[in-house]
């Protein structure tokens, strides 16, 4: 395979793709650790708590045992009939690949989020934190993160932008209930990322009792690292039940990205299958020629919230807004193991419009009888076209990497139906 | 290496005083109202002069700097304005040392070896980058060392003595002791254990030692300067701008004369100080 040139850089082709990062957290020149000196010592003491409950059975075993009874895992690779016909039928039956969801949004709390949120939350009680706090953006992460404190009784405050806190209300009520404080911020644009901006600034402050959990594959190192191998379990979890269902892996994999950790948790497991196709779809909002969030498709390397990545900005340096009709995916910025797999092009990267979200989203709501969040929505859009393209015999897989009641406002507020 | 700023504390040890660093935000509310405020300063007292460079996403900084730095870029404030802001500084001023602070990001979109280049040719001194700790030092840190200007750290109640010795390491300039966990703008430390901290970081280095974070007025700055080698205010200062605004955040007549006030109250404050924990002057 020859590689093609990315804004003049030539990263070297590993001969694995899952040894990273390094142990300055970097994968290629992506990741790092740009925080304030205030945070460092914790930063280091997160990742040597991190180290440490790898290397231990025991922590192991406690998140397998939440996984499987309070969780609800493994949640199901489920053969999307409807949807495969309907591809079929959009080949003229010749082609078309046969599509599995690998069903996050069965999971409790209603999507992936909860996965990596249980083991940071053993992690925070391993390192003696009583005080828990998080970002969201539609509010999947900060309400899997209010049930983990309410199952252990553990202090927890949300930021959310006031946008956000507006547009997933029922969110918003979930948190509450779940006896979360959600603060809505009014800083900056009031989207995620100010959210995390506040986020940082609480923790800055409240270093000795605080532990905050991240919800994405993004941040300073370890957390790129870490949500990851939390979320891995999605992976290995469709690796084995797609041998047990086709006696072979799949040949495509499909997942939506905000900051990406649900699609990092599906696509590590088979970054060495080189054999395996896979592609992340970002949110193109309103087109990638007006305001979207796809930062790898519009953006370039900058530094922002601890990591090097691909950050939409102008041509000072100013992190610009991005648009998405799905909250979940209105970040300006990426996970830094995805910008490196950008660079190094064993992950193709690929967008959806709002439109073709919503397209999507109605589509699998009337042939599947499943009603999918909006981010997964953008995910099946591009699955959907370019599954007719394939042979009958290719096996995709798209992640449903949460569930829409969330967003049943937003969809009928933009298709004028209430 | 950084004469000006080396200078500026070895004259301020012999006369016995601390100084007093001000921090105002490059291009807040507008390119031409910054120009005439930082020209005012070193006459109000500034002793040195903490230049922020706007960035969306100021992480460490509170609601103070954060406005500020919003009301910059709405103006128009660039990283090259900032620049030519220093530039137009250093023409009137060849004594104040200069030192550029904010974010990574913008330094970094703008190239480091360009800035750097610009930032010397502008008569800037020093920078201060808050997202940059010494894990990352290979970023900025030695490059800026190498094209001769001081990389000012910060060190946090955090920063206990194993990590200290990795703080200093390329720290140059001063030190810029932060006195609280938090953010810019909070509340004010407790003058005891700032003195500890000070005393505990001059058994590590010989640098002069800046204390910043919640001084708002003469006499918390008088308090400071009785300990430390420099106090350095910010969101008091960005306080006393927004509030001289008109209605629509635009400059008033009375704007920069609001600066001039505070630092000219602030400088009597630390010129008050006695300054019982005075490092021997090793300069003379």
């Given amino acids: ?418 | 290496m950084s004469s000006r700023i080396e200078s500026r504390f070895a004259e301020l040890a012999r006369s016995r005083r601390a100084a007093l660093v001000t921090f105002v935000m490059a291009g807040d509310p507008d390119l031409e109202t910054s120009g005439a405020i930082l020209k005012a300063l070193p006459q109000a007292g500034a002793d040195l002069i903490e230049l922020g460079m706007p960035f969306t996403d100021p992480m460490a900084d509170g609601p103070a700097i954060q406005a500020a730095g919003l009301r910059a870029l709405k103006s128009g404030a660039t990283l090259a304005k900032t620049l030519a802001l220093a530039a137009d500084f250093r023409a009137h001023d060849r004594q104040t040392p200069l030192i550029l602070m904010g974010y990574y990001n913008p330094i970094y979109v703008y190239g480091v070896d360009r800035f750097l280049a610009e930032a010397k040719k502008a008569g800037v001194d020093g920078l201060i980058v808050v997202d940059l700790p010494p894990e990352e030092d290979a970023e900025l840190c030695l490059p800026a060392i190498d094209a001769g200007l001081s990389f000012v750290r910060l060190a946090t109640p955090t920063t206990d003595s194993a990590r200290l010795p990795a703080v200093l390491a390329h720290t140059s300039g001063f030190l810029y002791y932060v006195s609280i966990t938090g953010i810019t703008g909070a509340a004010a430390p407790e003058h005891a254990k700032v003195a500890a901290a000070v005393a505990r970081l001059r058994r590590h280095t010989d640098l002069p030692v800046a204390v910043g974070f919640g001084v708002k007025n003469a006499e918390s700055a008088a308090a400071i300067a009785s300990v430390a080698d420099g106090v350095v205010v910010g969101s008091a200062l960005v306080e006393a701008l927004r509030k001289s605004l008109d209605q629509s955040g635009k400059a008033t007549p009375q704007t920069v004369g609001a600066i001039v006030d505070l630092v000219r109250d602030l400088a009597k404050g630390v010129r008050s100080a006695e300054r019982g924990f005075a490092r021997a002057d090793t300069s003379a």
């Avoid at chain 1, 997160?46 to 025991?58: G, I, N, P």
């Avoid at chain 1, 609480?202 to 605080?210: A, L, P, Q, S």
């Fill in chain 1, 1 to 418: 395979m020859t590689m093609k040139e990315a804004g003049g850089i030539k990263p070297e082709i590993p001969n694995s793709f899952r040894t990273g990062p390094d142990e300055h957290g970097h994968f290629g020149i992506y990741g790092g650790r740009f925080v304030a000196e205030t945070l460092m010592p914790l930063i280091l003491d997160l990742e040597r708590h991190y180290e440490a409950a790898r290397q231990d059975s025991s922590f192991k075993a406690e998140l397998d045992h939440l996984l499987t009874h309070y969780v609800g895992r493994p949640s199901p690779l489920y053969f999307a009939e409807r949807l495969t016909e309907h591809a079929r039928e959009k080949a003229g039956g010749a082609r078309g690949a046969k599509i599995y969801f690998k069903r996050e949004e069965l999971n409790h709390t209603g999507a992936h989020k909860i996965n990596n949120v249980l083991g940071q939350i053993l992690l925070a009680r391993r390192m003696g934190k009583k005080r828990i706090i998080a970002e969201t953006g539609a509010g999947q992460h900060g309400v899997a993160t209010a049930t983990a404190c309410a199952k252990f009784g553990l202090e927890c405050v949300v930021y959310m932008g006031a946008v956000d806190v507006e547009r997933q209300k029922p969110n918003v009520f979930r948190m509450n209930m779940l006896g979360a404080k959600v603060v809505p911020v009014l800083s900056g644009a009031r989207t995620l990322k100010d959210a995390m901006n506040e986020a940082l600034r609480d923790w800055v402050t409240n270093v000795e009792t605080t532990f905050y959990c991240i919800g994405t594959v993004a941040g300073p190192h370890p957390y790129p690292a870490m949500v990851r191998d939390f979320q891995c379990v999605i992976g290995e979890e469709t690796r084995a039940q797609m041998l047990a269902a086709e006696g072979r892996l799949p040949d495509s994999l499909f997942a939506c990205i905000g900051g990406g950790s649900n699609a990092m948790g599906l696509f590590h497991p088979f970054l060495d299958d080189r054999q395996v196709e896979i592609y992340g779809v970002e949110a193109a909002g309103y087109g990638l020629d007006k305001k979207h969030a796809a930062s790898l498709a519009g953006g370039r390397p900058g530094v922002l919230h601890g990591n090097r990545t691909y950050l939409l900005m102008d041509e000072d340096g100013q992190i610009e807004e991005g648009h998405s009709i799905s909250a979940g995916l209105d970040y300006p910025g990426i996970g830094p193991e995805h910008a490196w797999l950008k660079e190094t092009g064993r992950v193709t990267y690929l967008s959806a419009t709002d439109d073709e979200a919503l397209a999507a989203f109605q589509l699998c709501a009337k042939l599947e009888g499943i009603i999918p969040a909006l981010e997964p929505a953008h995910a099946l859009a591009r699955a959907i076209e370019i599954a007719p393209q394939k042979p009958r015999d290719h096996l995709l897989v798209v992640n449903m990497s949460g569930r829409g009641d969330k967003d049943l406002f937003t969809v009928a507020d933009h298709l004028g139906g209430m």
